[in-house]
Each structure stands twice: as C-alpha cells, then as structure tokens.
C-alpha cells in the first residue's frame, strides 16, 4: 500500500453526494468509489455496484458474486481476508455503508472500481450516466497509473478499448476474452465474465492465466496512456 494511503475506502477522497445524474442521485443509497491500494499494479474494473456492494460501501462485496471476486483477489495474493468479509461485517450494521469498519477487506496491490458509481435499482447506468462518471475513472486510473486493468464484463471492455486499445470496440467480447492478455496503451487489459455469470472452472482459469501468464514474466512496462 502506499506509505500516505490513509485509508482503503475512496482513498481518493472523491465527491460521496455527488449528483451529476439526478435520476440516480433520487434513488441511489450510497455513491460507491474505489476502494483499495492506490499505488496497486492491478485495477479491477466493473459496470456499476450491485445492491449487495451498495449496502457495504464497498466494490465487488455484499453478495455472491462480489465474494467471487474477494475469493480471486485472495487467490492471487491481493487480499488477506475472508472473501465474505464485508458481507459479514455489514450484517451487523444495516444503516450505513462499512467505510472506516476493521472488517473491510485488507487488499494489497490491487484497486476495485466501477465505470458508474451508483445502482439504479431497476436498470442498468445510460450511457450518458457513466460519462457523467468519467472524471471519477479517469482521475483514478491517472494518480494510480496501473499495469494491469481487469475489464469486467462486455460493457467495461468496450469502454476501454475507445481510448485504451487500437482494436474497435465492437470486435471485443469478454467471454470469449476472458482469462486472457490484451495489449493496450500503456497497460495490458485480461479481461473477465461477470462473476454472476462465471462458473467455478472460468474463475479458476482466470486465476491460473494471471498466475502462470502475468505473474511469470515482467508485465511492468513503460507507461504512455494518452489522455481521455
């Protein structure tokens, strides 16, 4: 972890009321930003929080496929703590989201975001709802300067590959990408399935890609992003 990272939660200290999108700001419960390691090599990046990440404040937590992911950044050394242990911390404290809580996930090299950083519990963000969020990712992405962005879902890597790839975007498809390494400007992409819609052999096989095709070489590279 950085050496001035107080805290895991929005260690950016990004706008918790923001209201950029008014018809997400009336029925959201919390805005969601990035938790983990500012000074992570990896991001993990998702479309929008799901109502169990909404409840605890915390990305990819609250629910089954959140403890999915927890379970993958544990398998891949990001994580020392249980992979349910903001849903267990939350369920003691149903009013409020777990920031500042000892039970947040103790993550390392590693920082979960998401493209909207609030839920709309009826719909998926518009596209002019994540570019309302854009600052947020962009601001993030820039002071963390990642090697590795895990795109999370066909949405995610789409998004990314407008700026970040010289392929179009149409051309990418995350299940057929997934567990795999695709270069981009400055970084590298291993794009991922959802994990409400992995199987336990697609979680494994992205867990052993990362391991035996990342960590077994020097992903570090120079950086040259451009600019969103």
Same mark, same amino acid.
């Given at each position: 972890m950085d050496a001035h990272q107080d805290t895991l939660a929005n260690p950016f200290s990004m706008d918790e009321d923001c209201r950029n999108c008014p018809a997400l700001a009336d029925c959201r419960e919390h805005v969601v930003h990035g938790y /983990?390691?500012?000074?992570g090599e990896f991001v993990f990046l998702g479309e929008a929080p799901s109502a169990g990440a909404e409840a605890t404040g915390v990305p990819f937590t609250g629910d089954a496929a959140g403890e999915r992911i927890q379970r993958i950044l544990g398998e891949l050394g990001f994580s020392r703590s249980a992979p349910d @242990?903001?849903?267990? *911390? *939350?369920?003691g404290n149903q009013n409020s989201p777990s920031s500042g809580d000892v039970s947040e996930p103790d993550i390392q090299n590693?920082? &979960?975001?998401y493209l909207s950083r609030c839920r709309h519990p009826e719909r998926t963000a518009s596209?002019?709802? @994540?570019?309302?969020?854009?600052?947020?990712?962009?601001?993030? &992405?820039?002071?963390i300067n990642p090697e590795i962005i895990v795109?999370? /879902?066909?949405?995610v890597l789409r998004e990314?590959? @407008?700026e970040y790839t010289t392929r179009a975007p149409d051309s990418f498809d995350a299940a057929a990408e997934h567990a795999t390494t695709v270069r981009g400007r400055g970084f590298e992409l291993v794009p991922m399935i959802p994990p409400a819609e992995q199987t336990d052999a697609q979680e494994a096989e992205f867990v052993e890609h990362v391991k035996e095709n990342v960590f077994s070489r020097d992903y570090r590279q120079t950086k040259g992003r451009q600019s969103r």
């Open positions: /983990g390691d500012a000074g @242990v903001a849903e267990r *911390s *939350s369920a590693a920082y &979960l975001t596209d002019d709802e @994540v570019r309302n969020c854009e600052p947020f990712l962009n601001a993030e &992405l820039r002071m795109p999370i /879902g066909d949405r990314l590959a @407008v």
